[in-house]
T-cell receptor, first 115, second 116 residues
Framework: NAGVTQTPKFQVLKTGQSMTLQCAQDMNHEYMSWYRQDPGMGLRLIHYSVGAGITDQGEVPNGYNVSRSTTEDFPLRLLSAAPSQTSVYFC??????????????FGDGTRLSIL | AQKVTQAQTEISVVEKEDVTLDCVYETRDTTYYLFWYKQPPSGELVFLIRRNSFDEQNEISGRYSWNFQKSTSSFNFTITASQVVDSAVYFCALSEGVYNNNDMRFGAGTRLTVKP
């Protein structure tokens, strides 16, 4: 099993550009989430999904969109990149019946720089 | 809203020393879950333990042990006889069971350096 796969691993964008961070899991997990990690701030939840077709906002959703058309995939879209979105992004998944109350499996992260 | 505080930003110890990482949480919920995750220098996040609010028993797993005390809202993590491979950033996290299900909050993390 690959677990949670994130692509790309690194990306540099210019301010105002848009892009999509990809996340896929092969564990048939219902719950998926996106976090950003910034120095001194731990991980902060951006958006999450409890199943296909269902998404909701986390702690820091502004500037990001998500969709969940399949159980496996949960892409994160930056609509108009800003330097404040420079961060390391992690995707995670866990089994259903408790969402974030279950241990989460994390991808390896995407390091994103906005110039 | 729930909150997790890890007051120790960085800790440095010499190999074989014992070290305790502190975690203090705030929640209005009576049902909640506490976690510890490890982030080694390679960057991935590794799940270590989950504890629910109704189980205050301490847990030991090899050199790792966890002390959960509801009276002080703390969930501290102790590494006994530390090793260089324990060097990592450790995160404590809280997920509320009723009011904010699916919203997990992480502490800022404690960077542990174990010197040989």
């Amino acid at each position: 099993n690959a677990g949670v796969t994130q692509t790309p691993k690194f990306q540099v964008l210019k301010t105002g550009q848009s892009m999509t961070l990809q996340c896929a899991q092969d564990m048939n997990h219902e719950y998926m989430s996106w976090y950003r990690q910034d120095p001194g701030m731990g991980l902060r939840l951006i958006h999450y999904s409890v199943g296909a077709g269902i998404t909701d906002q986390g702690e820091v959703p502004n500037g990001y969109n998500v969709s969940r058309s399949t159980t496996e995939d949960f892409p994160l879209r930056l609509l108009s990149a800003a330097p404040s979105q420079t961060s390391v992004y992690f995707c995670a998944s866990s089994t259903g019946g408790g969402g974030s109350n279950q241990p989460q499996h994390f991808g390896d992260g995407t390091r994103l720089s906005i110039l | 809203a729930q909150k997790v505080t890890q007051a120790q930003t960085e800790i440095s110890v010499v190999e074989k020393e014992d070290v305790t990482l502190d975690c203090v949480y705030e929640t209005r919920d009576t049902t909640y879950y506490l976690f510890w995750y490890k982030q080694p220098p390679s960057g991935e996040l590794v799940f270590l333990i989950r504890r629910n609010s109704f189980d205050e028993q301490n847990e030991i797993s090899g050199r790792y042990s966890w002390n959960f005390q509801k009276s002080t809202s703390s969930f501290n993590f102790t590494i006994t006889a530390s090793q260089v491979v324990d060097s990592a950033v450790y995160f404590c996290a809280l997920s509320e069971g009723v009011y904010n299900n699916n919203d997990m909050r992480f502490g800022a993390g404690t960077r542990l350096t174990v010197k040989p």
